[in-house]
């Protein structure tokens, strides 16, 4: 069974710092890895996902993947009030059989 | 974007009892998952579904049923509730093989 680790488990900022979030992940064989972002009382929501190594970026936020050491960050760049919310890491597998797997979540506070 | 609509929003139910949690989507995904959301957790997949009349179990499914008549409707039954089910419990749909996971804005169920 797929074990996701986050961390920090929460993590406060300035308005305007760039934040870093960090996801290991233990299957190797795993597809893509996917970052959410859940604000109070609310679903889930996708932000950006990675297959390949490297990075990938849209917009403020940048993700690194590095499948030999089974690890995947997420960075958002000139952080704003709006971004305080719990981010999730997701690796999916099973192809058409397919289902997420996710981490605990990391809590992002940006303050004013 | 992708609709996802839970109901109840709400549900306080008694010790052995039956609750059957819905969820409706209307962007003809395939595939549809119920997760439940508890603190230290995080999401945990209970049953998930690639079809109509299709149901799959997911890493935890023990004292829960999933139900799906239609390519629209899944739903989650708890036969005998107990107060250990008490949680936050998400629905989501997707299409197959890869993409985004799209969520319902939750059930907050206690079991009394």
């Known amino acids: 069974q797929e074990k996701v680790q986050q961390s920090p488990e929460s993590l406060i900022v300035p308005e305007g710092a760039m934040v870093s979030l960090n996801c290991s992940f233990s299957?190797?064989?795993?597809?893509s890895i996917w970052w959410y972002q859940q604000h109070p009382g609310k679903g889930p929501k996708a932000l950006i996902?990675?297959?390949?190594?490297g990075n990938k970026k849209e917009g403020r936020l940048t993700v690194y993947l590095n499948r030999a050491s089974l690890h995947v960050s997420l960075h958002i760049k000139d952080s704003q009030p709006s971004d305080s919310a719990v981010y999730l890491c997701?690796?999916?597998?099973?192809?058409?059989?397919?289902?997420?797997?996710f981490g605990k979540g990391t809590l992002l506070t940006v303050t004013p | 974007e992708a609709a996802v609509t839970q109901s109840p929003r709400n549900k306080v139910a008694v010790t052995g009892g039956k609750v059957t949690l819905s969820c409706n989507q209307t962007?003809?995904?395939?595939?549809m998952y119920w997760y439940r959301q508890d603190t230290g957790h995080g999401l945990r997949l209970i049953h998930y579904?690639?079809?109509?009349?299709s149901t799959e179990k997911g890493d935890i499914p023990d004292g829960y049923k999933a139900s799906r008549p239609s390519q629209e409707n899944f739903s989650l039954i708890l036969e005998l509730a107990t107060p250990s089910q008490t949680s936050v419990y998400f629905c989501?749909?997707?299409?197959w093989g890869v993409g985004t996971l799209y969520f319902g804005s939750g059930t907050r169920l206690t079991v009394l």
């Open positions: 989501a749909s997707g299409d």
């Open positions: 299957d190797s064989a795993s597809q």
């Open positions: 996902s990675i297959f390949s190594n």
């Open positions: 997701a690796v999916s597998s099973g192809g058409s059989n397919y289902k997420l797997t």
């Open positions: 962007n003809n995904h395939n595939n």
């Open positions: 579904s690639y079809g109509a009349g």
